[in-house]
T-cell receptor
Framework: GAGVSQTPSNKVTEKGKYVELRCDPI?????LYWYRQSLGQGPEFLIY????????DSGLPNDRFFAVRPEGSVSTLKIQRTERGDSAVYLC?????????????FGNGTRLTVT | AQTVTQSQPEMSVQEAETVTLSCTYD???????LFWYKQPPSRQMILVIR??????QNATENRFSVNFQKAAKSFSLKISDSQLGDTAMYFC???????????FGPGTRLSVLP
């Protein structure tokens, strides 16, 4: 079946602009995660959804970052007033269950470059 | 908070040889789950292998196996008969029994040389 889909694959924006990153999880996966990965580093947790609600948003770095999942499927990560430090690859992953050994299934990520 | 450490930033191995990537973690929990993920240049993270802490037997998946030492909080990945396609970043990840989140290590860049 189809895997996790992220669009766009690359996004270049100017400092101060607003961006939206989209994630379409695997059908039937109730848990959805956003991670941020800087060059040469491991994924850093941002936010996690169980269904429509954000179960844990403790990783969002500040109030410029916000994410939604209104129908419990597709999610959008929104970044306001972008800064050069926001440049990174943003990874989305989904999981059949939010417990135990249920693994994360990742998309290909969106590379965000803020100029 | 749990932490995951991978002490080898880069490693290389000759094709067909065996290589071991190290991972240690810190937790006060007794039940948890450990994972190894591979990230090739294409950027997509792919699950390699997983281990439940309550299982004493080490997990194996074809050429990939782990050495899980619970007392030492160590979870190393062994790749046998290395292939050029194994060239990638490898990340160790931890999830405890109560948390939904995965904690990832900083990664090891593995190069398989022809």
């Amino acid at each position: 079946g189809a895997g996790v889909s992220q669009t766009p694959s690359n996004k270049v924006t100017e400092k101060g602009k607003y961006v939206e990153l989209r994630c379409d999880p695997i059908s039937g996966h109730t848990a959805l995660y956003w991670y941020r990965q800087s060059l040469g580093q491991g994924p850093e947790f941002l936010i996690y959804f169980q269904g429509t609600g954000a179960a844990d948003d403790s990783g969002l770095p500040n109030d410029r970052f916000f994410a939604v999942r209104p129908e419990g499927s597709v999610s959008t990560l929104k970044i306001q007033r972008t800064e050069r430090g926001d440049s990174a690859v943003y990874l989305c992953a989904s999981s059949l269950r939010d417990r135990g050994n249920s693994p994360l299934h990742f998309g290909n990520g969106t590379r965000l470059t803020v100029t | 908070a749990q932490t995951v450490t991978q002490s080898q930033p880069e490693m290389s191995v000759q094709e067909a040889e065996t290589v071991t990537l190290s991972c240690t973690y810190d937790t006060s929990e007794s039940n948890y789950y450990l994972f190894w993920y591979k990230q090739p240049p294409s950027r997509q993270m792919i699950l390699v292998i997983r281990q439940e802490a309550y299982k004493q037997q080490n997990a194996t998946e074809n050429r990939f196996s782990v050495n899980f030492q619970k007392a030492a909080k160590s979870f190393s990945l062994k790749i046998s008969d290395s292939q050029l396609g194994d060239t990638a970043m490898y990340f160790c990840a931890f999830r405890d029994n109560y948390g939904q989140n995965f904690v990832f290590g900083p990664g090891t860049r593995l190069s398989v040389l022809p």
